[in-house]
Each structure stands twice: as structure tokens, then as C-alpha cells.
């Protein structure tokens, strides 16, 4: 594969995960009050930043709006990814900016990219490989130059970090008991890279993190969560791939 469209998926994998900083409700494994609200702020995002750790899979749907948008800005993001590093993903971009899907099985790793995102990132002298590359999968390994940063969009630690770092910097403060998507939560709110954060805890089973935003300067953005479901493991089929370095 061309360097230059390494390059180009590489830079694009080391940002995606900052993309996803908040969360929608995780599964409750159990319908009993957990004591989490009577905690303090500090306390509330530490406990589901621990229950995220424990979690064996997530299903995490992130959107993002703003004015000054580019096509090269992810606006969402929909992953499923478990321990075992079985994976799929799809990443949408503004302004016609096309679209990403990922798959990941073990140590190997798919990446499809649509016409419009093809012609919005090859450079010019390789615009035939739009037609060669629409509809299918370029494949390589987790290790792969520019797959290795995409990779990470894949993993529960990675967005379980930046979970972490959002909620460790800034004062934290306690907000009310409510409901997102239908169940009791309890806010936690901070101020993130200028931004205001809103991060909304389980206050029924597991303290999962069930919903958090970031508002400000025009811009938002919402990701959910869902924990301990089952993650599809099929792969492209042979005829649908083409070598990563080929």
C-alpha cells in the first residue's frame, strides 16, 4: 500500500479515540439501588471508571455537531469491541467527508473506506485506486504501520482511558439523580478542554457510565454505552480484501 495512504489512515486512527469521550447507559446486572449517589463527585466517576474496566465488552455510539466541522472531522462513531479483541466499527465524517468501517479479529484487522472518503484522502496521483479500493477491505495486522493507530478504536482500555482523563482533570461537582435513556442515573459535571462535561452514572446495578456530553463553542457531543454484550466475530471473505501492502 502506499505510503501516503498510511499515512493518511494512520493520522486518522491516533484521533478517533479522543473523539469518544462519553458514554450511554451500561447493562444493569441487577435492578438494586448501588449506593453510588450517596458518594462523593470524585468517588462517582472513579467507581464507573472501574466497573468500565470490568466490563468484557462494550457497544459505544458517539455523535458529534458543530458549525466548523470539516470532512476530515469524525462526527460518529459506533464500535462493539470485547476482550478478546474481536471488533467492528463504522466512522462517519462531516461534510460528505465519507465514511470508515473496522473490523478486528484477534491480531488482524479490516479497514473499508467509501468512495467519498477515498476521494477526499487520496492524493491525486492515486485517484485510480478509488475505483480499485471502493468495496473493499484492506487487511493487515494490529502491528501494521497506520493500522497499528486505527487498531485502537478497538480497544476497551482505550476508550476506558479517555473516560479516565476526562474525569481527572478540573473539579468535579455532584449534580441531581435523573434518568438517561430511561434509567436512574446521577450526574457528575467538570469543565474538559474548555468544554462543559456532564458524565451520568448508573445508580442501579454496576455504576456503569451511562451517558456523558461535552457542550461548548457551538459544538456537542453525545456517546453510549453498552457493556457485556456479545460482539460479532465474522470476517471479509477472501474475495472482499486486499493486502494491506499489496
Do not use: Y
Given at each position: 500500500m502506499p505510503r501516503t495512504r498510511k499515512a493518511t489512515l494512520g493520522a486518522l486512527g491516533a484521533?478517533?479515540?479522543?473523539?469518544?469521550?462519553?458514554?450511554?447507559?451500561?447493562?444493569?446486572?441487577?435492578?438494586?439501588?448501588?449506593?453510588?449517589?450517596?458518594?462523593?463527585?470524585?468517588?462517582?466517576?472513579?467507581?464507573?471508571?472501574?466497573?468500565?474496566?470490568?466490563?468484557?465488552?462494550?457497544?459505544?455510539?458517539?455523535?458529534?455537531?458543530?458549525?466548523?466541522?470539516?470532512?476530515?472531522?469524525?462526527?460518529?462513531?459506533?464500535?462493539?469491541?470485547?476482550?478478546?479483541?474481536?471488533?467492528?466499527?463504522?466512522?462517519?465524517?462531516?461534510?460528505?467527508?465519507?465514511?470508515?468501517?473496522?473490523?478486528?479479529?484477534?491480531?488482524?484487522?479490516?479497514?473499508?473506506?467509501?468512495?467519498a472518503w477515498l476521494r477526499n484522502n487520496?492524493?491525486?496521483?492515486?485517484?485510480?485506486?478509488?475505483?480499485?479500493?471502493?468495496?473493499?477491505?484492506?487487511?493487515?495486522?494490529?502491528?501494521?504501520?497506520?493500522?497499528?493507530?486505527?487498531?485502537?478504536?478497538?480497544?476497551?482500555?482505550?476508550?476506558?482511558?479517555t473516560l479516565k482523563d476526562a474525569t481527572s482533570v478540573g473539579t468535579l461537582k455532584k449534580g441531581s439523580e435523573t434518568t438517561a435513556d430511561g434509567k436512574p442515573v446521577i450526574d457528575v459535571t467538570s469543565k474538559h478542554n474548555g468544554m462543559d462535561m456532564t458524565l451520568s452514572v448508573s445508580t442501579q446495578g454496576k455504576p456503569f457510565p451511562v451517558r456523558a456530553t461535552l457542550k461548548g463553542d457551538g459544538d456537542s457531543q453525545t456517546t453510549n454505552f453498552t457493556f457485556d454484550q456479545p460482539v460479532p466475530d465474522k470476517t471479509p471473505p477472501a474475495g472482499e480484501t486486499v493486502p494491506w501492502d499489496g
Amino acid at each position: 500500500m502506499p505510503r501516503t495512504r498510511k499515512a493518511t489512515l494512520g493520522a486518522l486512527g491516533a484521533t478517533l479515540c479522543a473523539t469518544a469521550l462519553v458514554g450511554t447507559a451500561g447493562t444493569a446486572h441487577a435492578q438494586d439501588d448501588n449506593g453510588v449517589a450517596k458518594k462523593s463527585a470524585t468517588d462517582i466517576a472513579n467507581r464507573a471508571v472501574s466497573a468500565f474496566n470490568d466490563a468484557r465488552s462494550l457497544h459505544l455510539t458517539t455523535e458529534r455537531t458543530g458549525s466548523g466541522l470539516s470532512r476530515t472531522d469524525a462526527t460518529s462513531l459506533d464500535v462493539s469491541a470485547d476482550r478478546d479483541n474481536n471488533c467492528v466499527g463504522t466512522v462517519g465524517f462531516a461534510a460528505d467527508g465519507g465514511s470508515l468501517e473496522i473490523i478486528r479479529h484477534a491480531d488482524k484487522v479490516w479497514v473499508k473506506a467509501n468512495a467519498a472518503w477515498l476521494r477526499n484522502n487520496l492524493p491525486s496521483d492515486q485517484s485510480q485506486d478509488v475505483q480499485k479500493l471502493e468495496g473493499k477491505f484492506l487487511q493487515g495486522t494490529a502491528q501494521d504501520q497506520g493500522l497499528s493507530d486505527l487498531a485502537r478504536v478497538c480497544s476497551i482500555n482505550e476508550h476506558r482511558d479517555t473516560l479516565k482523563d476526562a474525569t481527572s482533570v478540573g473539579t468535579l461537582k455532584k449534580g441531581s439523580e435523573t434518568t438517561a435513556d430511561g434509567k436512574p442515573v446521577i450526574d457528575v459535571t467538570s469543565k474538559h478542554n474548555g468544554m462543559d462535561m456532564t458524565l451520568s452514572v448508573s445508580t442501579q446495578g454496576k455504576p456503569f457510565p451511562v451517558r456523558a456530553t461535552l457542550k461548548g463553542d457551538g459544538d456537542s457531543q453525545t456517546t453510549n454505552f453498552t457493556f457485556d454484550q456479545p460482539v460479532p466475530d465474522k470476517t471479509p471473505p477472501a474475495g472482499e480484501t486486499v493486502p494491506w501492502d499489496g
